[in-house]
Antibody, heavy 123, light 110 residues
Framework: QVQLQESGPGLVKPSETLSLSCSVS????????GSWIRQPPGKGLEWLGF??????????TYNPSLKSRITMSLDKSKNQMSLRLSSVTAEDTAFYYC??????????????WGQGTLVTVSS | QSALTQPRSVSGSPGQSVTISCTGT?????????VSWYQHHPGRAPKLIIY???QRPSGVPDRFSGSKSGNTASLTISGLQAEDEADYSC??????????FGTGTKVTVL
């Protein structure tokens, strides 16, 4: 059974970089489409992007609205995926979730998800 | 890439049916049969309940069903139960390896 768990600082100062990790158990990130999704308090979910390995190199795909600030990576040795979001503002305050993306010609969905972690941007 | 539109809330009594709409555009919901639905209880991991418009994962009760007409997808919960009270979000593939989520709907069991 695949399980995901997010971790990272719960408070980040404006203009700094938000960094989160997602530990994966029950599967290997080597053949994994890992995705990040966030939900600002009181608002809907927002897809941030996904990343996977292709021929031993990482292939990220980002939400165009965040492309200039976002970086995702995979760590095979730790079986983790990571998210970095630079130049944060209060609008980046949200619950951040990692999830496995099932992406194939005949199926596309996110399952399973981690429980999420709240990141607050404040000085 | 605008969020898909869902009603903010729907409610029903136990045993009744409720339907949640998810309206997008031709470029996402309209052209792709890759709409998924997620149930979200506060403090818990969101749970996949419908994928590819109508498919139900193993373990999801058959009172949950999905459909699509034009640019609008729908989730119907038949025989509403107390444990169905939660937030529900839709998601659609939007082409070029991108995805868009809905605005979210709170389901209240009266």
């Amino acid at each position: 059974q695949v399980q995901l768990q997010e971790s990272g600082p719960g408070l980040v100062k404006p203009s700094e970089t938000l960094s989160l990790s997602c530990s994966v158990s029950g599967d290997s990130v080597s053949h994994y489409f890992g995705s990040w999704i966030r939900q600002p308090p009181g608002k809907g979910l927002e897809w941030l992007g996904f990343i996977h390995y292709f021929v031993d190199s990482e292939r990220p795909t980002y939400n165009p609205s965040l492309k200039s600030r976002i970086t995702m990576s995979l760590d095979k040795s730790k079986n983790q995926m990571s998210l970095r979001l630079s130049s944060v503002t209060a609008e980046d305050t949200a619950f951040y979730y990692c999830a496995r993306l099932r992406d194939a010609n005949n199926m596309k969905y996110f399952d399973p998800w981690g429980q999420g972690t709240l990141v607050t941007v404040s000085s | 890439q605008s969020a898909l539109t869902q009603p903010r809330s729907v409610s029903g009594s136990p045993g009744q049916s409720v339907t949640i709409s998810c309206t997008g555009t031709y470029s996402d919901v309209g052209i792709y049969n890759f709409v998924s639905w997620y149930q979200h209880h506060p403090g818990r991991a969101p749970k996949l309940i419908i994928y590819d418009v109508t498919q139900r994962p193993s373990g999801v009760p058959d009172r949950f069903s999905g459909s699509k007409s034009g640019n609008t997808a729908s989730l119907t919960i038949s025989g509403l139960q107390a444990e169905d009270e939660a937030d529900y979000s839709c998601c659609s593939y939007a082409g070029s390896s991108t995805y868009v989520f809905g605005t979210g709907t709170k389901v209240t069991v009266l």
